[in-house]
Every structure is written in C-alpha cells, then in structure tokens.
C-alpha cells in the first residue's frame, strides 16, 4: 500500500512547483520573491534567501516555528517578516505569496497611485481574488517599520502593495495565494494599458459583494 505523503512533505513540494511556475512564466526574476505556507502545527515552511523560485529544492526549505524562529534547512528569506505579520493578522491564511511582477511593481511606483485602494475592480475575478489592495509606504528592505506598516495595512486587506516593491498576497491555500497575486499582476497590466482610456469599472457595490463572497484569506 502506497503510504500517504505527510502534510509537510506535500507542501514543500508545492511550494517548489509553485515557484518554478512564477519564475518561468516571468512573474518574478532572479532571486527576487518568496513563498511560505504555515502547517497544520503552526510552523512555517519558506524559501531560502537568495535562491530562484525556478530551482527550489523542497528538501531545502527553510522550516520555522509560529513565531518565524529558524528550525531547520537552509537560511530563510530576509523578507521573512512579511509573511510573519500577515499570518499574525490573518487567521485564516494559511499561505503567502511575494513577488517582484513587472506591471504590479510598476503601479506601485507611480506618483498617482491610491495608497487606500491601488488598483481599480476592472474585472469581477479580481474583486473576487484580491478585492481591497492598500499600498504601504517605501521602506528600505529589512526595515522594522516596514514590518509595522505590513501589519497594519495586513488588518483590513490579504494583499498588499509595497511601494516601490511589489505585492505581498496571503490566502487560505497556496494556490489561493498564487491565483489571487497573478490575478493582481493582469490587472495591473490592465491598468497600465488603459491609462487616459475612459472606463467603466465595476460598481463598487458589485465589487465589494463580489469580494465578501471569495475565497480568500
């Protein structure tokens, strides 16, 4: 009888399969972007500092406890205070997904950005995947006040915009998190194209229905 993979193995497969999926598809470059998923127990698997999410190797992950203490593997990300404060204001995420996307970063670079709501519903899927995008402040990378902006901001929103950076998107599975931040990045896109376009936009009535009703964390 063929012996029933753990959860810990499961995920760790998934997370590398997950990254080799962004990497390849351009979502993110380099060794730019990072992934965790928090167990049943509580722990945290995560991907190493400076390795691409194309060539993750599972057995290598970085393992944590609930309080992003390193168990075991390979060193984690440095951006793992991120994934920290989201699981800490989200109860129901049990995945995170940060990536440097072109066009997302993009929007997160221009003057005129909202920083209450940085992208428009101009579909009904991104109000069902991601909905409310708040966008926190520049901060240099490792910054603690970037941590305290991200925990902020994590209360009211599963994704957010780092200014200057990217989007960091939690949900209550890693493919969750993963659909949600590639919804976010074609709506960018979609933004970017149509700038100086007339628009019609989802009511933001439908839009917020829309959102209560997904599946996010």
């Not at 709506?187 to 936009?201: W, Y």
Request: proline fraction near 5%; charge should be negative; glycine fraction near 8%.
């Amino acid at each position: 009888m063929t012996a029933i993979l753990s959860e810990e193995t499961r995920m760790r497969d998934q997370i590398a399969a997950v990254g080799k999926s962004v990497f390849d598809r351009g979502l993110t470059a380099g060794s730019t972007g990072n992934i965790s998923v928090r167990l049943g127990d509580g722990r945290l698997l995560m991907t190493p500092t400076n390795t691409s999410l194309g060539v993750l190797d599972p057995a290598r992950l970085s393992l944590l406890d609930a309080d992003c203490n390193h168990l075991s593997g390979d060193k984690p990300t440095k951006e793992a205070f991120l994934h920290g404060c989201m699981y800490c204001r989200r109860a129901g995420a049990n995945a995170v997904v940060h990536l440097h996307s072109t066009h997302a970063v993009a929007v997160s670079i221009l003057a005129d950005t909202d920083p209450e709501d940085a992208l428009p519903p101009l579909t009904a899927y991104y109000a069902m995947r991601v909905g409310h995008l708040p966008m926190v402040p520049y901060y240099a990378p490792g910054d603690d006040a970037l941590a305290l902006a991200v925990k902020e901001r994590a209360g009211s929103a599963h994704a957010v915009l780092l200014a200057n950076h990217g989007p960091v998107v939690a949900g209550k599975t890693l493919l969750d998190a993963q659909y949600a931040a590639e919804e976010l990045e074609e709506t960018a896109k979609l933004h970017l194209m149509l700038q100086e376009r007339k628009l019609n936009i989802l009511p933001r009535a439908e839009a917020d229905r829309l959102s209560a009703i997904s599946s996010a964390g």
